[in-house]
């Protein structure tokens, strides 16, 4: 249960890894980890590896740091979705939202 | 008669043998030689006249067989026409007999036919009411489990939305309590700045109230300030920890909006992925039902007319009732010969000694009617032999 923040050497990379379940304990560290990136063009990964479960807080976390990149030109990609954390966001139809990749 | 012709033969034969014995034993003369002579006539004549008797009575007994063989023909005719007459009646009867029957039986297959026919309809028209039930196109209104189905899964993922859209917002909420937490801390803080000055205030005003003391009497009034001073800087003190008192109260209520919105952002979505699941499922299951459904229909479809097709080969066989109907009559017209045969041996009377006459008149007779019974053969009404010529349509 753990939220972990790695910037890329040109500070357009952020990759977020989240460990264990991942739900509203989250949210305030989820949060900050994303609240001060404000440059324009940022590409934040989602990096779901060693995520274990998924609920809906975790997806609205998802989609609120998808409307903070997009309202600086960024994008979201979530990467390494294990296979019951990716049913879970078939239900929620969140490849039509934003890239995948398995 | 006989009696005498053997007398005589004998009486011949001893004569002949006497005769014999002269001519062997004793020489020839002319007493035998006549003698002989007059035998020999004598047996000759009675020869001759034994065989016209013979003939006479050949003639008689034929005369009397003659009588007896036209009795005979007559009840031979006689016994051929009663059989004739009773055979003809059976046969009457039986023709009648199949008649009706053929009648009653056809009469009982057309109207199963007919019935067949109307339920084969009837299958038709029911199955293309299934068709369009199938497919959906009968009535905008009607709910096939598919659309219900489909529906389903479209309301599964609505709902899914809106749990997400919700986290999303509590989520929001979320972060602005936190800010408004974070401006109650700030209140605090300022607040502890005002009791800081209400203090100090205090100990201004115990100040004052020291120096007015030393002042003596012209001093006094501003004691009095003074310690009005020092009130209100209690006063304020109290207000201050008033304040923060409710502030403290808005911050528990704060958790608690938290503590809610927390509940309200944490929706378990394992037993939507259940029910997704089983949608998906149900879809698939529908989707193989219907593809059956559609095939077995399609097939039945085709059996109807096929069920038409064999009802109408049917029908258009019962025309053999008619064919039946006009063998049998044409079957009336021989036993009308065979009638006439009979009137004619009936009326057959033999006349003394007319029996030759008689017979030709019968074979004339016979000979008129095989020639009218071929006539009428060649003529006959029922020359369609086969079932398949011809069309029939349902009465």
Redesign the interface.
Known sequence: MSVKKQVSDNGENIEISIDGRF??SL??HF?DSYANCKEKGQVFTINLATASY????A???I??LKDHAESHSGKVVIVKPSESVN??LE???FHRLLTIER | MKNKQTLLLWLGGAVAIVMLFDLLFMQVNYFSIICAILLVTTFVFLIKEDNNSNAIQLANEITGNNSLNEQGIEQTLTSIASLLNQQMSIIDTEVDRASGLIRDAVTGISGSFKYLKNLSEDQQQMLNTVISHQQGISDDQSMTIESFVHDSSATL?DF??V??????????A??FT?EMSKQLEGIFSLLGQVEGLASQTNLLALNAAIEAARAGDAGRGFAVVANEVRALSVNSTELNNDIREEISKAQVIIKQLQHSV?TM?????TS??EA?NRVSEMVEHVGEVNVKTNTVVEELTLLSPKINETVEIGIRSLQFEDLTHQTLASLKNNTQTINSLYQALNQFDIKQGGSGEQLKMLQKQCQQFIQKAEYENEHRSVSQSSMEEGEVELF
């Open positions: 739900d509203f949210h305030q949060r998924m609920d809906s807080s997806l609205g976390m989609l609120l049913k879970i239900i929620a139809q | 993922e899914v939305k749990i997400i859209s919700t986290s999303k917002q509590s989520l929001e979320m972060s936190n927390e952002a944490s929706a378990d979505m939507t992925l997704k």
